[in-house]
């Protein structure tokens, strides 16, 4: 535990401080027990320093994704207070290593919801439904990882704006989504594309933070993953989300 420990050190400090440091995987593979553990250490650091949790995100939720890394399951991380990006705020550059941004589904919650549920189940926790933009930044150099890299690395979990809430009813199986950077087109896609519905990343999550003896509580917020690439960001840009139906989400980037 006391090497562990000096992980989440290590990855809070680079976290924090916006410095890339090199792999774990360089000098000691993990399995994903031992990353969680360390993401966990590693978060606790910042809840001591008076961050809040409010939330989690999905990761790895591409099929194509999981082929990609060699998983045939989805990675979580946890959403802090100090994360968060008002919609059509800015964020500072200067403040992460290398920060992409993808699109995604967010539910927020209104009940608990933790274990093996279904999907009706995990629907009928939810407050409301919203366009968003996660801001990943993996702390490793060359933005390069293996599942326990990323794993204890909070999934590469660095901020996250919430765009306008919709009915939780409202059908996001299959909806248009357009990533545009300075008004010009980046990616395209799907809300099928995050487990063929974002629902099942809800339902996974349930599962996901029982096994860490968690719960998801009222006013959580849960991102169901990425729906086409990232987006690498640099100063001076406007994104802007459009998703169908739901409306469209966006942030600035300074220096």
Do not use: C
């Not at 290593?97 to 589904?105: F, Q």
């Not at 702390?139 to 704006?161: E, P, Q, T, W």
């Not at 909806?175 to 990343?201: C, F, Q, Y």
């Not at 993953?225 to 469209?248: D, F, H, K, M, S």
Request: charged content about 20%; overall charge negative; aromatic content about 4%.
């Amino acid at each position: 535990m006391a090497d562990l420990e000096q992980l989440a050190e290590l990855l809070d400090e680079a976290a924090r401080t916006a410095q890339a440091v090199a792999q774990i995987s360089d000098t000691a593979a993990l399995t994903p027990v031992e990353a969680y553990k360390v993401q966990a250490l590693s978060l606790a650091r910042r809840y001591a320093r008076g961050e809040r949790r409010i939330g989690v995100k999905m990761g790895l939720t591409s099929r194509a994704k999981m082929a990609q890394v060699g998983v045939d399951d989805v990675t979580w991380g946890r959403l802090t207070d100090a994360m968060r990006v008002e919609d059509g705020g800015k964020i500072g550059r200067a403040a992460y290593v290398h920060p992409r941004v993808e699109p995604e589904i967010a539910f927020l919650m209104k009940a608990p919801l933790a274990g093996a549920v279904s999907a009706m189940e995990a629907l009928a926790a939810v407050e409301a439904v919203a366009p968003a933009l996660e801001i990943i930044d993996s702390r490793y150099r060359d933005f390069k990882f293996d599942l326990g890299d990323v794993i204890a690395d909070n999934s590469s979990s660095s901020g996250f704006v919430i765009g306008p809430p919709s009915a939780p009813g409202t059908d996001i199986a299959n909806l248009g989504i357009v990533l545009t950077v300075d008004g010009r087109v980046a990616e395209t896609g799907s809300s099928a594309a995050i487990l063929g519905h974002p629902l099942r990343a809800l339902v996974a999550a349930a599962r996901m933070v029982a096994q860490a003896g968690e719960e998801l509580r009222p006013g959580d917020i849960v991102l169901a993953g990425a729906a086409t690439a990232a987006v690498p960001v640099a100063p001076g840009q406007r994104i802007e989300l459009q998703v169908q139906t739901l409306g469209t989400v966006a942030l600035s980037v300074g220096d």
